[in-house]
């Protein structure tokens, strides 16, 4: 049946739902029919009898069915819009909750509707045709009560199997931060509510068929009887032990999810059965084994590059195609850092070094900045790359003038330290081979900001910059020239400048008054 829905939908498009429409009619036509045939095991109905009670219950199903039809129809207008508007990504949603909500408007909506236009009438009416006693139209309403019952629950199941399909197509089309339950029966309603009336169904029929004799419209009320309270007693403790066998995995299962949705990846389901539950269970903990794993790689890889770097590699892959960009490279080196690594074990250097890391990088970061490069007892940090910022030049400058302010405070003059900043475009992007990557800013940019740096140690200052920082900066930002001073590697003398702050002060107690300017 969900392989003759699904060709159907991709056959006949938004005339499936007409399709479906007519289907249902039929099959409540058959009901209808049916039902008149249990009656004939309780009563006598001559062929003549049969077809005017035939057609006048059809008739009232009809009814019944164009009532109902005309109360729900207006619920599907987002999913037939959707579908003769060529399916378009923005209408799914509305669509998808037209679609999940249809089979249980149908039944719950318009349940009163075949009580009131085809129970009544029909027992009014084939006692009428049947010349029965007054009191045979209460056997036979509770008789047709059960018939629609039963049907009710058919076009429930028979709606949600003819809408799979359907649904199945607009889910795809859903935005992945969806995340609506819709409107639906619960899983332990859909068991309760079926096998307690499927037992009285087939206790009826049983009833009819075995009794050799042809049985009374009596029996068939003692039958109904009999058979509801068989239904919600005996064979109920059964219903309910299977509803649990179902639904206590399930609940699990639910249960599990919302763990890891709060980020608890440990999360596991305990697997109690061998059935298809069961596989689930353990397919649920292999996914979860995996996500973990990939949780642990992405925190390990977080750790050695950039969060921006690690979440662009984990969306795009590992391959980060180069572009060129404009950015600001901030350099930070220890002074006379190689004395002290002589005198020093390993492990001090080491632990020596992260503690001052660990200070400069949680900075960089807070100016949405990045420690791409430890380059020895220095860090190379980027800022405009992989994120783009209009004003990286004044985050940079204002990491800078924390870092220095930071260090200042926690190494009280024991650790000094000199800053290069420098603007300019650069091209980043993933560069390595044999299986190794690294993320990384090439260009001009990056060795006059190296070279800057260095030169801290002939001016004195904590924090040098370039002209082309400075053209990006604010007019509040003030400013000491440092003068034209030629640098290594570079073709012409380059405009440096020293940020006017207490912490840009001289790192040995005095400036250098021949490269010093006017005050800008």
Known sequence: MERLAGWGWRRFGVRYFWAYMALEVVSAFVIAIATLGLLTLYEHVSGEQFLRIALVACLCVLVSLA???????????????????????????????????????????????????????????????????????????????????????????????????????????????????????????????????????????????????????????????????????????????????????????????????????????????????????????????????????????????????????????????????EVTILFVDIRDFTPFAERSSARETVTYLNDFFGLVVPILERHHGHANKFIGDGVMGVFGAPERLRDHAARALAAALELAEAVEERYEGSLRVGIGLNSGPVSVGSVGGGGRLEFTVIGDAVNVASRVEHLTRSTGDTILLTEATRALLGDDVELEPRGEIPLKGVSEPVRVYAPVRADSLPIDGHRDREAAGPRR
């Open 67 to 325: 009532v109902g039809a005309h109360k729900v129809l207006p619920k599907a207008r987002p999913l037939l819009r959707w579908a003769k508007g060529g399916k378009p990504s923005h209408d799914a949603p509305e669509a998808w909750r037209a679609a999940i909500a249809l089979p249980v408007d149908f039944v719950t909506r318009a349940a009163w509707l075949p009580a009131v236009f085809v129970a009544l009438p029909m027992s009014v009416y084939v006692t009428s045709e049947l010349g029965l006693p007054a009191y045979s139209e209460l056997f036979l309403f509770a008789g047709i009560l059960v018939a629609v019952g039963y049907a009710a629950v058919l076009h429930f199941f028979g709606s949600e199997l003819a809408l799979r399909p359907v649904v199945h197509e607009i889910a795809l089309q859903l935005p992945p931060e969806f995340a609506e339950r819709g409107t639906g029966v619960p899983l332990r309603w859909k068991l309760l509510g079926a096998l307690p009336l499927i037992n009285v169904i087939t206790g009826v029929i049983v009833s009819g068929l075995s009794t050799r004799d042809r049985a009374s419209l009596s029996d068939l009320g003692l039958d109904v009887i009999v058979a509801v309270v068989v239904a919600f007693t005996v064979s109920f403790e059964l219903t309910l032990l299977l509803t649990r066998s179902v639904l206590s995995p399930v609940r699990e299962l639910l249960e599990a999810t919302r763990r890891v949705k709060q980020g608890e990846f440990s999360a596991r389901v305990p697997v109690t059965s061998g059935d298809e539950i069961g596989q689930l269970a353990r397919s649920f903990n292999e996914m979860l084994t995996g996500l973990q794993e990939r949780e642990r790689l992405r925190t390990a890889f977080g750790s050695y590059v950039s969060p921006d770097v690690a979440e662009r590699v984990m969306a795009e892959g590992e391959l980060l195609e180069g572009e060129d960009v």
